[in-house]
């Protein structure tokens, strides 16, 4: 790979992601490439999904792991492979080990959810071992790492490695196998940049016209702040929600390659986010992680430029944890300015809230948090109170009641580490 980028190919060979195609036959899906009636008719433009939830490990990162494994020599696989990883990295190894024979140690925070676990373990069966350590990535990887040197075993690298880039490039190799109609759009979220890296060297070089659009979570900008610098920079702190490209810091390789492939990168809120995953559920079943969601999401932000066109959304992953949907539905509704936070001093008389419940809140306001508390103020207590609306319109008609009223109140929305605790 650095061979390639300084002879001034800046990208990765059309030929080394055939090559992986060919490797990885049999083994990871050629997943669907689908018309989407519903997007194309919201739209006015084609749009087609390219279904990696419906992968056999539910993401595309069976692909890169895979073809890693599969092209070292047997001499580097005698003291098995290593990978640290609280998601979708650990189940590509740990399926790539079952089927191709190898010892996997997987290395795990300890916080990281039981049911991940449970599927690591499920793919790799007999052929992995797992480590639970640390409570973060961080530690997870120095232990990994460590493991790697005293047993001489092979790490395989999440996103930072030419044959991982080759094996993720193998989702842009299908979607032009798939269709005879050009793409003109094609928007492909951005982790580490493995996939964007993989799938922009092959569109680049075979099918120069689309216009390829990286995707980023707005808590965690690891590559647009570094294509901004020109260089690869670490972020001090991320959002983690968008925990399938949450990243601090992109793979060197990544970004060298994408710096020359994306034609435009851009931040999608995770309120944004979480409103997609709602909608896919509900109006098409499907089940989509927070970073499958984001290039449907991104539609949004270009439905002008997209309409008439012929436009492709991967859909990278599809590994929710049903325990998140509830602060799924708070963030979407947060985003689409349906549900507020105050705190609100009522007076300590008879018939306060009474008053504000038939006089400041609409006929279809709905307070669904209320916490009140009453310490050494014998006159006014204070009170954090969430209230949902029917349409984001019906706010400034509420806070014209509150202040009419003459009501002691402060607005939590712009303040969520304040209430993060209730989601």
């Not at 990696?52 to 005698?78: C, F, H, M, W």
């Not at 951005?190 to 964007?196: D, E, K, Q, V």
């Not at 990168?265 to 309120?271: D, F, L, Q, S, Y």
């Amino acid at each position: 790979m650095k061979d390639t980028i300084t002879s001034g190919k800046k990208m990765i060979p059309v030929e080394n992601i055939i090559n992986a195609a060919q490797r990885i036959k049999g083994v990871a899906y050629h997943t669907p490439f689908m018309h989407n009636i519903n997007l194309s008719d919201q739209y006015e433009a084609n749009i087609f999904l390219k279904r990696e939830d419906l992968q056999v490990v539910r993401s595309y990162k069976l692909r890169g792991a895979y073809n890693k494994i599969s092209s070292l020599q047997p001499s580097k696989l005698t003291n098995g492979v290593v990978c640290a990883s609280a998601g979708n990295h650990a189940q590509g190894v740990a399926y790539a080990c079952n089927k191709l024979g190898i010892k996997g140690y997987i290395y795990m925070p300890n916080p990281t959810p039981k049911q991940k676990v449970k599927q690591v373990q499920m793919f790799g069966k007999e052929h992995v071992h797992i480590e639970l350590v640390g409570d973060t990535f961080d530690d997870a990887y120095a232990k990994a790492m460590a493991f790697c040197q005293e047993q001489e075993a092979q790490f395989i690298p999440p996103f930072d490695d030419e044959k991982i880039i080759e094996g993720q490039g193998t989702v842009g190799y299908e979607i032009l196998q798939d269709t005879d109609a050009p793409i003109d759009y094609l928007f492909v979220p951005i982790g580490g940049g493995g996939l964007s890296a993989g799938v922009g060297s092959y569109f680049k070089q075979v099918s120069p016209h689309t216009k390829i659009i990286g995707l980023e979570p707005a808590g965690a900008p690891a590559m647009i702040k570094s294509l901004e610098q020109g260089e690869v920079i670490t972020l001090d702190k991320i959002d983690k929600f968008v925990d399938g490209a949450a990243v601090k810091r992109v793979g060197d390789l990544n970004y060298n390659v994408c710096q020359h492939v994306l034609d435009d990168a851009v931040t999608i809120p995770e309120g944004k986010i979480c409103d997609t995953i709602l909608k896919l559920y509900n109006e098409e079943a499907i089940v989509v992680e927070p970073a499958g969601a984001m290039s449907i999401a991104a539609l949004d932000f270009f439905k002008d430029e997209i309409k008439g066109k012929n436009v492709c959304c991967v859909v990278s992953g599809g590994n929710n944890d049903i325990t998140r949907m509830e602060e799924i539905k708070e963030r979407a509704l947060l985003y689409n300015g349906l549900k507020h936070y105050f705190i609100i001093r009522f007076p300590q008389r008879a018939g306060a809230l009474k008053e504000f419940v038939a006089e400041v809140l609409g006929p279809n306001d709905d307070i669904t948090h209320f916490e009140y508390t009453k310490k050494n103020n014998r006159e006014r207590g204070p009170a954090m109170v969430g209230i949902e609306l029917q349409s984001a319109n019906d706010y400034e008609g509420l806070i014209k009641r509150l202040n009419a009223h003459h009501i002691a109140y402060q607005v939590l929305n712009d303040k969520f580490d304040f209430f993060h605790f209730l989601i």
